[in-house]
């Protein structure tokens, strides 16, 4: 197997970054104080789509080993999904009452399955993007269903902002502009590379990582103020 490209190799170790984003909210929660079971099955599935972000580059990116590169794509986007649909199970079930998560849950649950789907045809197909933006790189279907889904928990949140007290409030914007940031970096392809050492796409597996830690510390913050 030839030596990764240089941005073929960022992007494989700051994969490592989502790993450990899911790894260290359930070493803090072990540790210091456990949050909800719904909260705890999203740090564990934010931590496998480390290992698939780490795998899709790592073995990929322009060497294929172990299958095609259409396979880790699919694992990659695909598990990144399932987060966002897990994050949308546990915001409904945090501030919604139950008449609603009756539809809301399975509703959620098959836009889930739809987007896997989705992603899954479009990667065995080799396709292109859905939204492009030219040279610099754009967002294929998977990659569009989970910026809605995404967009939808956002949604969910900020119809319930009444509900979350003023300091978890704060950082619930901060996990917002970060993931804002993030959506603008990972509009990007691969290997564009400016300045010229920022590797636009690791540098979002950067972003989003701190993302997620923050999306714990905003967890944290209102689970111990509710006692």
Same mark, same amino acid.
């Given at each position: 197997m030839d030596a990764l490209p240089n941005f073929g190799l960022a992007n494989t170790i700051t994969g490592f970054a989502t790993l450990f984003a899911g790894a260290l909210p359930l070493?803090?929660?072990?540790?210091?104080?456990?949050?909800?079971?719904?909260?705890?099955?999203?740090?564990?599935?934010?931590?496998?789509?480390?290992?698939?972000?780490?795998?899709?580059h790592g073995f990929?990116?322009?060497?294929?080993?172990?299958?095609? %590169?259409?396979f880790w794509a699919f694992l990659d986007t695909g598990s990144n999904i399932v987060v966002a649909w897990g994050?949308? %199970?546990?915001?409904?079930?945090d501030f919604y009452a139950p008449s609603t998560q009756r539809w809301a849950r399975p509703l959620a649950g098959v836009l889930m399955f739809a987007g896997v789907a989705?992603?899954?045809?479009? %990667?065995?197909?080799s396709g292109g993007y859905l939204v492009g933006f030219g040279g610099w790189g754009g967002f294929n279907?998977?990659?569009?269903?989970?910026?809605?889904?995404?967009?939808?928990?956002?949604?969910?949140?900020?119809? /319930? %902002? /009444?509900?979350i007290a003023p300091r978890p409030m704060r950082l619930?914007?901060?996990?917002?502009?970060?993931?804002?940031?993030?959506?603008?970096?990972? +509009?990007? +392809?691969?290997?564009?590379?400016?300045?010229?050492?920022? +590797?636009?796409?690791?540098?979002?597996?950067?972003?989003g990582?701190?993302?997620?830690i923050a999306l714990w510390a905003f967890n944290d913050v209102r689970f111990r103020e509710a006692g």
């Open positions: 070493a803090i929660c072990h540790l210091s104080q456990m949050h909800p079971a719904r909260w705890m099955l999203v740090y564990w599935l934010i931590l496998v789509t480390g290992v698939f972000t780490i795998t899709l990929g990116e322009t060497n294929p080993v172990l299958g095609e %590169r259409w994050i949308a %199970r546990a915001v409904l079930m989705w992603h899954f045809f479009d %990667r065995l197909g279907p998977g990659e569009s269903a989970l910026i809605a889904f995404s967009l939808a928990n956002t949604a969910l949140y900020f119809i /319930k %902002r /009444k509900a619930l914007l901060l996990v917002t502009g970060v993931f804002l940031v993030g959506l603008g970096l990972a +509009s990007a +392809s691969n290997d564009e590379i400016v300045f010229p050492f920022l +590797s636009l796409h690791a540098l979002w597996h950067v972003v990582a701190f993302g997620f």
